[in-house]
């Protein structure tokens, strides 16, 4: 991006600022930024790729609450942990983001099994359980349960 940005204004003599940002889709800001650097810092930022989040200190932990509770909001897990550490500042949107792409790497739990039953019609039946509450049987309401 870096280089495609410096291709694109060519040492002033190509296209503005502003039509680099709308062209690529970015701040006019970062455009800026961009051209304001020079080679060696486009060079360390290219090859300094890796960030550190500020929940990766907190990975271990909130694995072992997903572990023990895998239906655990993203809302949830950060209340805990800022109750473990109450110095944390970390937005609801960041940890949903972190526990997302968490939840996606890490296997917490066993994936369903499904294996579908090859047979002739008749030969098998499917029923499915259910309960209906409120329900007015003469006076009285009760719940009914059906399949």
């Not at 870096?2 to 502003?18: E, F, S, V, W």
């Not at 810092?41 to 990766?56: F, G, K, N, W």
């Not at 949107?93 to 790497?105: N, V």
């Amino acid at each position: 991006m870096i280089h495609k940005i410096k291709a694109l204004y060519d040492q002033g003599n190509g296209l503005t600022i502003r039509a680099i940002a709308r062209q690529l889709g970015i701040s006019r800001n970062t455009v800026r930024k961009y051209l304001r650097m020079d080679e060696t810092a486009i060079a360390e930022q290219q090859e300094s790729r890796v960030r550190h989040r500020q929940l990766d200190d907190h990975r271990d932990y909130i694995i072992s609450l997903l572990g023990q509770f895998p239906d655990l909001s993203a809302v949830k897990v950060l209340r805990k942990l800022k109750q473990k550490h109450p110095a944390l500042a970390v937005s609801h949107r960041t940890a949903r983001r972190y526990i997302r792409d968490l939840k996606e790497t890490v296997t917490l739990r066993q994936r369903r099994y499904y294996e579908p039953i090859e047979s002739l019609p008749g030969v098998q039946c499917q029923v499915d359980g259910g309960e209906l509450r409120g329900v007015r049987i003469g006076a009285v309401e009760t719940t009914a349960h059906f399949v």
